[in-house]
């Protein structure tokens, strides 16, 4: 374990105990830990010139964040589940876990209305995106076994298809929704094409945690219906630390999703595969391990048209290497095949990115990083697309297509 990951482990460590303790955080660890959860951004940050900066040039209209979660704890009775384990002390991993994650969507002080105060923040955040930026609201789907059954106890969290589309529903101008339906249940192909009637711009995967092997031939029947519905499927590659599951972490290895690009399906790797070693499966037997990154590089050299994407969501978190960042700044022949995202609410968690430690890699002037930390404690959305936006190596930055993701989806 290398020394950034070790200190996000202690600091979470930290903030467990101190909660399921009852002791109280000081202003100061309060402040390096905790999302201050302010307000609308105040006019000295609303008129800095790096505003105007990062949205020069763009199309508001095609402008999208193609990786939002929806959370909660369901106490709106809406059919969002969390497994008992992150309510409890005595699974301080996935308690901590849930601390934070309601925090960074700043749900975290309002009992018995947790689900709403998340949404209300989302409604708050996106009064400072440009009209035309829309966000994708992610449902998230139950863990099931092979045979196509519910597996509640490898279940870490859901978020329902219907919630998800209501929510979005409720702010046409700046949200749409994604759907996430498991393969392998019964009723996989009549999900999805309620779905697709209900207004879905995609399917949300995680791998490993809802048990989806993505070369298996259980898909192929949802592979065949989600292609002719054109939803592109947005699926999780590389290792998964954020979500414990059904499956394993062989589930996330990126080669795995050929089998969905031959079945017409465009496909979307989340955060580029940009975390995490895979078997390559292309190596035979006793294959070695490689970068799951280097094999969704691969997959991008033999799909170089048409319908193998990948989003940039939290490429910028502590836990990866500098040099993969710096490697999607420079493939510029990969820029018509890159989406921005977030991954929100991982921008509200402030000690997963560190504005200084990117502009001391060269990828950022320095002059913007105190800047960029005051909108954060603001608005983390605004935050995480102005960082991407202001990241350089050189000459190098995103191109301009990478931000107006729109284009990805026909039907949006």
Request: charged fraction near 25%; charge should be neutral; aromatic fraction near 8%.
């Amino acid at each position: 374990m290398d020394l950034r990951r070790r200190h996000l482990l202690k600091s979470g460590l930290l903030l467990g105990g101190a909660v399921a303790g009852g002791w109280a955080l000081s202003t100061v660890a309060r402040s390096q830990l905790m999302n201050p959860c302010l307000a609308a951004l105040p006019p000295e940050l609303a008129g800095h010139e790096l505003m105007a900066q990062v949205f020069e040039d763009l199309d508001p209209t095609l402008l999208r964040d193609v990786h939002v979660h929806l959370a909660g704890t369901g106490d709106s009775g809406r059919g969002i589940e969390m497994t008992p384990r992150m309510l409890s002390p005595l699974h301080p991993a996935e308690y901590v876990q849930r601390l934070f994650y309601l925090n960074a969507g700043c749900a975290h002080e309002d009992p018995g209305r947790v689900d709403a105060s998340y949404v209300d923040r989302l409604h708050n955040l996106v009064e400072a995106l440009p009209a035309g930026f829309k966000l994708m609201l992610f449902a998230f789907e139950r863990a099931y076994d092979e045979a196509g059954r519910h597996l509640p106890e490898h279940t870490a969290f859901h978020v329902p298809d219907a919630y998800a589309r209501d929510v979005a529903r409720g702010n046409p101008d700046h949200f749409e929704w994604v759907c996430s339906v498991h393969p392998y249940r019964e009723d996989a192909v009549d999900a999805l094409e309620a779905a697709a009637r209900d207004g879905a711009r995609a399917i949300k995967w995680l791998p490993p945690a809802m048990g989806i092997d993505p070369a298996s031939g259980r898909c192929d029947r949802f592979y065949a219906a989600a292609a002719r519905l054109g939803l592109p499927l947005i699926s999780h590659a590389g290792e998964e630390k954020a979500v414990h599951g059904a499956g394993g972490q062989e589930l996330g290895n990126p080669l795995r999703l050929r089998r969905a690009l031959d079945h017409g399906v465009t496909v979307i790797v989340a955060h580029c595969a940009t975390m995490g070693q895979d078997v390559d499966l292309d190596a035979g037997r006793g294959a070695p391990l490689r970068s799951s990154f280097d094999l969704f590089a691969r997959l991008m050299g033999e799909r170089r048209r048409g319908r193998l994407y990948g989003d940039i969501s939290a490429i910028t978190l502590r836990n990866r290497e500098v040099e993969v960042v710096r490697a999607l700044l420079r493939r510029e022949d990969w820029h018509d095949r890159l989406l921005y995202g977030s991954d929100y609410p991982l921008p509200g968690i402030l000690p997963l990115m560190s504005p200084a430690s990117l502009a001391r890699a060269g990828l950022l002037d320095a002059t913007a990083a105190p800047v960029l930390e005051q909108v954060r404690d603001h608005n983390p959305l605004l935050f995480d697309f102005m960082l991407k936006r202001l990241l350089r190596d050189g000459r190098h930055r995103f191109a301009n297509r990478v931000f107006e993701a729109a284009r990805a989806f026909p039907n949006a």
